[in-house]
């Protein structure tokens, strides 16, 4: 099978990927799984992959009978993993920790040969060119899928051996960075969802009080907000003083309607769910570009999505441009007076409201199942004086503050990482001008 590949430096060459790896060793995982076991074998899924690793989070497993029959996609560590049906072209190297998994139909694994870093070649397969030359091949009739005739044959660069670890060296450090803004900002967000919980589900500070203790990381103003006892209400037991209430007392819903048709040259910052999914990076686009009616966001806005509650979607569009819009498939709620939107965003976040928000779902397949946007106005919760809602914004603030920082390095980052990556693996750049411009880069995005 021929490729219209790109001339490679002297000294470099294309090699298929097959004559990269072990004899026999590019093929396919479990065809029929069966059933979800308790304590069975875990295999890798599609839906497992996340942002060229991963996860264990959702893992299922199989009957040990069914997988024994697959012996030779059993992982060991150091394989490269490559989704070929459905969401095709994710790469994660499998690290020791999936030591003993399998993967399914849907996920080819690769054991690369002793002298090859399995590292390059996921460098290589998440390269534009291979994705293009593996996507232009794919078989759309049904559902899209990666031949293996097709990814064996796939040319693979291969640059001399120290070029290969220095450039893998390279792009990790920049993965590396990102991976840590991502797993600080998770650990940002837990830190305030954790004080909403306290403070406004669990009712930590005011059963501290009621047992004469004193509440637990706050000074004594902040304390004294609480209330040392409880009272019946609607919604059983609530600090003294609060009343139970809904949604619409601290939040009002945003309705208007924009068409950026009307508008072909201006710029529009989009808040789509495709943006939202890749990394909550919203799109600067021209309003020619997009096709539809959209919501126009004020300057103090959540966002919800009303689309499959099942797979929560808040975002909070800490600052944003005057020409922002929002999806219809995202309901956009304001705070009201005394309210924030900070408050606003870690109710919507937390695990009780959504599921209040799946018993309100219509239609009967997750893909088509929809919020009726006048019933999140409708859930309970427990309103507490405005003087603690206004102390609890101003913990949570600064750290979103800082989370919408992170997210900014982060993406300014995965830019250049991407932008690299190609001219990289296909010697177009020279190593030391571009060591030197990410070492720079990575000194500023801490």
Not at 105 to 125: F, G, K, S
Not at 156 to 162: C, K, L, S
Not at 233 to 242: A, F, N, Q, R, T
Not at 343 to 364: D, K, M, P, R
Request: charged share 20%; hydrophobic share 40%.
């Amino acid at each position: 099978m021929s490729f219209d590949l790109p001339t490679l430096p002297q000294g470099w060459s294309y090699v298929p990927l097959e004559q990269l790896a072990q004899k026999n060793s590019v093929t396919y995982g479990v065809v029929q799984p069966g059933t979800h076991v308790e304590h069975g074998v875990p295999i890798v899924r599609v839906n497992n992959f996340k942002e060229g690793r991963v996860e264990l989070s959702d893992l299922m497993r199989i009957d040990p009978e069914i997988e024994k029959k697959y012996g030779r996609t059993r992982l060991q560590g150091g394989e490269v993993l490559l989704t070929v049906v459905g969401s095709v072209g994710q790469v994660a190297v499998v690290s020791e920790a999936h030591k003993g998994f399998n993967v399914a139909r849907a996920v080819a694994v690769i054991h690369p040969q002793q002298q090859v870093d399995p590292n390059w070649l996921a460098l290589c397969l998440r390269s534009p060119l291979s994705q293009h030359l593996l996507g232009s091949r794919a078989n759309t009739t049904v559902q899209t899928t990666i031949n293996l005739k097709d990814l064996r044959a796939l040319p693979v660069p291969m640059a001399p051996e120290y070029e290969r670890g220095k450039i893998i060296e390279l792009i990790g450090s920049l993965d590396d960075r990102i991976t840590l803004l991502r797993e600080t900002n998770a650990t940002l967000e837990a830190i305030a969802q954790a004080l909403f919980k306290s403070w406004f589900v669990d009712f930590d500070p005011v059963r501290a009080k009621a047992e004469g203790l004193e509440p637990e990381g706050m000074d004594a103003a902040t304390a004294a907000l609480f209330p040392d006892s409880f009272e019946e209400s609607e919604l059983g037991l609530v600090p003294m003083g609060w009343k139970a209430g809904c949604v619409a007392d601290i939040a009002v819903q945003k309705k208007g309607s924009v068409n950026p048709l009307a508008s072909p040259n201006e710029w529009f910052e989009h808040y789509s769910l495709p943006a939202f999914d890749s990394g909550q990076s919203p799109v600067l686009e021209h309003g020619e570009s997009i096709k539809s009616n959209k919501t126009p966001l004020p300057e103090e806005v959540v966002l919800l999505s009303k689309l499959n509650p099942h797979i929560l979607r808040v975002w909070l569009p800490v600052k944003h441009g005057k020409n922002a819009v929002c999806s219809t498939e995202f309901l956009a709620y304001s705070p009201k007076a005394g309210g924030s939107k900070e408050l606003i965003y870690c109710l919507f976040s937390s695990a009780e409201f959504q599921q209040q928000l799946c018993q309100l779902v219509t239609g009967t397949s997750n893909s088509h199942q929809r919020v009726k946007p006048g019933q999140v106005l409708k859930l309970r919760l427990a309103i507490a004086d405005d003087s603690l809602f206004i102390a609890f914004a101003d913990i949570a603030s600064p750290i979103f503050e800082r989370v919408y920082a992170n997210r900014l390095k982060a993406k300014t980052l995965t830019q250049l990482r991407d932008a690299l990556l190609p001219r990289l693996i296909s010697g177009q750049l020279r190593l030391p001008e571009t060591e030197a411009s990410v070492e720079n880069m990575l000194s500023v995005a801490v």
